[in-house]
């Protein structure tokens, strides 16, 4: 099932390094929220925020776009809604990789229809050749190719989230 690696360890570690820098930088003067999309942003998430230094709330919401399969169902269902006011404030959305950008329009919607100050998107991984919907993306781990990938949080099938790198599947599409 495990294919080759596409992001290694000391790939992730650097990308950490450098989005929590870029990510504390942009944070100066705000007192903002962190919204993870799970259940893909775990590992990102929490090694990303335990690497800033800077006062700041989190919460999580939950959507589903992908069943036992390797592609998109297209459409996006709320799982687990955000419990924090958002009104007024900024809003750091923690993703772990835009492929269509579908579910990342469809939170970011449901998100700005409660009126936050400002939205930024932060994801370890994108897809660019899979894009259909555009999504501005802040801070961006690395960009792949259009490959599926398992691992670091991201899962086929629920299973393979807790593996420490970034392996493509072996088998075909
Ligand atoms: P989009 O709506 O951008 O097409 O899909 C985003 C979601 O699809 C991601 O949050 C992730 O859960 C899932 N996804 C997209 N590409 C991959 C992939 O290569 N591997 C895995 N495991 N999930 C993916």
Redesign the pocket.
């Known amino acids: 099932m495990l294919g080759p690696v596409v992001v290694t360890r000391a790939d992730i570690e650097e990308m950490l390094d450098r989005l929590a820098q870029e990510v504390e930088a942009d944070m100066e003067g705000r007192s903002p929220i962190f919204i993870g999309?799970l259940k893909?942003c775990v590992f990102f998430f929490t090694d990303l925020v335990s690497r800033i230094q800077r006062s700041m709330e989190m919460d999580f919401i939950q959507v589903s776009?992908?069943g036992a399969s390797?592609t998109?169902s297209g459409s996006?269902v709320l799982v687990k809604d955000i419990t924090v006011d958002v009104r007024d404030r900024d809003i750091y959305l923690v993703?772990?990789?835009?492929?269509?950008?579908?579910?990342?329009t469809d939170v970011i919607h449901l998100i700005e229809a409660r009126h936050p100050k400002s939205i930024q998107v932060v994801s370890l991984l994108s897809?660019p050749s899979?894009r259909?919907v555009e999504v501005d993306i802040a801070f961006l781990g690395t960009e792949i190719e259009d490959?599926?990938?398992?691992g670091y949080g991201?899962?086929?099938d629920e299973r393979y989230r807790n593996l420490p790198e970034i392996f493509e599947m072996a088998q075909e599409r």
Do not use: A, M, N, P
Request: net charge negative.
């Open positions: 999309v893909g776009s992908y390797t998109s996006v993703e772990d990789i835009v492929d269509t950008g579908t579910t990342l897809k899979r259909q490959r599926f990938v398992i991201l899962d086929y």
